[in-house]
C-alpha cells in the first residue's frame, strides 16, 4: 500500500477550503470516493478495497454521502425506496426494494430469499442480494460510530439536479454519460481526464460518486431533503433515509 500522500490520487483543487464533502459508491473492486472543496468544486478522487479504509483517507469530511443502504427494519420494506421509485418514474428498476435487517444476516440466497418472504410477504431478488456484503460493510460503519455517513441513492440525487426530471438514458450508455457529466458540471462539478488509479473504476461509478458528493454538501449546508421527509427510524434508532 502507498503511503498517506500517495493515497489521494487526485490533488486538491487550488483554493480550497474548509472541511471538504465526500460522495461515495461501490463499485467492482471495492469502493470509489469523488471530494468537493467547501466552495464545491472538485478536490479529489481515490478507491479503496474497504469502506472504512477509504473513509479514513478523509478524516476532515465534514458529510460522507454513500450510494448503499443506511438504516434497516425489523420487519416490512422502508419507505424511501417507493418514495424514490416515484422521482425516477418511469425508470422503476433503477430503485431497489429494501428489505429488513433479518434478510441481510442470512448465509445465503435461499436461506435470505425464505427469510424475505416471512418478514414481508415477498421474495428477494438475486441482484438485491448482490448488495449483501457491502450493505452489511456500509452499516457497521456507521452503527458503530462513524455519523458523518448519510444514504444517498444517484439518480435520485440526478433527478434533482435536472429540475426533478430522471435522465432518460441508463448511466452506463455513453449518451447516459454525456448527460450527467453535464449536469454535475453544471453545479460546477468538473471532473478532470485523469484521476489516477480512481480513474480505472467504471465511468458509472464514478459519475454516481460524484453525485453522492453533490448530495454531500448539500446536506453539510443543511439544504438537503430526505425520502421520506421526517426520515423513518431504523432498527438502530438512527435514520432509514434517502438525501438528496
Known amino acids: 500500500m502507498g503511503s498517506r500522500r500517495d493515497a489521494f490520487h487526485a490533488p486538491p483543487a487550488p483554493g ?5 464533502v465526500v460522495g461515495v459508491d461501490a463499485c467492482r473492486t471495492g469502493w470509489v470516493a469523488v471530494a468537493l472543496c467547501e466552495e464545491g468544486r472538485f478536490a479529489g478522487a ?18 460522507v454521502a454513500v450510494d448503499m443502504p443506511l438504516g434497516l427494519l425489523r420487519a416490512g420494506w422502508r419507505e424511501a425506496e417507493a418514495l424514490a421509485v416515484a422521482m425516477v418514474a418511469p425508470h422503476r428498476s433503477r430503485v431497489f426494494p429494501v428489505p429488513p435487517r433479518g434478510v441481510w444476516e442470512a448465509d445465503d440466497y435461499d436461506d435470505a430469499n425464505q427469510r424475505c418472504r416471512e418478514l414481508t410477504g415477498q421474495g428477494l431478488s438475486r441482484q438485491t442480494w448482490g448488495l449483501a456484503a457491502k450493505l452489511r460493510e456500509a452499516n457497521a460503519c456507521r ?3 462513524d455519523h458523518r455517513l448519510y444514504e444517498v441513492h444517484p439518480e435520485v440525487s440526478f433527478a434533482a439536479v435536472n429540475e426533478s426530471r430522471p435522465v432518460a438514458w441508463s448511466k452506463k450508455s455513453w449518451n447516459g454519460q454525456a448527460v450527467r457529466r453535464r449536469l454535475l458540471g453544471d453545479q460546477g462539478i468538473v471532473l478532470p481526464g485523469d484521476l489516477g488509479p480512481a480513474g480505472r473504476v467504471p465511468p458509472d461509478d464514478v459519475l454516481d460518486a460524484a453525485v453522492a458528493a453533490w448530495s454531500a454538501r448539500r446536506i453539510a449546508l ?3 431533503r430526505s425520502l421520506p421527509d421526517p426520515p423513518q427510524g431504523a432498527d438502530t434508532g438512527l435514520a432509514a433515509a434517502i438525501w438528496y
Request: aromatic share 4%; glycine share 20%.
Open 222 to 224: 443543511g439544504a438537503a
Open 16 to 20: 480550497c477550503a474548509g472541511s471538504p
Open 143 to 145: 452503527d458503530e460510530g
Open 46 to 63: 481515490d478507491t479503496a478495497a474497504g469502506l472504512g479504509e477509504l473513509l479514513g483517507r478523509f478524516p476532515d469530511a465534514a458529510v
